[in-house]
């Protein structure tokens, strides 16, 4: 695989990860019975920004890792049938 490559897979993991460790640890601003005026009660009481992107590096590291272990092996796009059979 080419770095090119490597490097989309790794973003879209990323990406999606990203919208999976958003809402972990948030703490809503009705939760908090802190609500400013103009914003929604679901609105984060404190956004933490950085500790999300860290997390979701970490996680989306490990998601990658696994991915490239499963290559390594020979398990990749071209073997789902392989390890789902399909019985005609």
């Known amino acids: 695989m080419q770095f ?7 973003f ?7 919208f999976a460790v958003l809402p ?4 809503t601003q009705a939760e908090a019975n ?3 005026p103009g914003t929604v009660e679901s609105a984060p009481a404190r956004f933490r920004g950085g500790r999300v992107v860290l997390m979701t590096t970490l ?8 991915y490239i272990f499963a290559m ?4 990749g796009i071209d073997a789902i049938p392989q390890l789902v059979p ?3």
């Open 59 to 66: 996680v989306s590291a490990v998601i990658y890792g696994a």
């Open 86 to 88: 399909i019985h005609e």
């Open 4 to 10: 090119f490559s490597y490097f989309a897979v790794y």
């Open 12 to 18: 879209i993991v990323w990406w999606i990860t990203l």
């Open 24 to 27: 972990v640890g948030l703490k």
């Open 34 to 36: 802190d609500v400013v």
């Open 72 to 75: 390594q092996l020979g398990y």
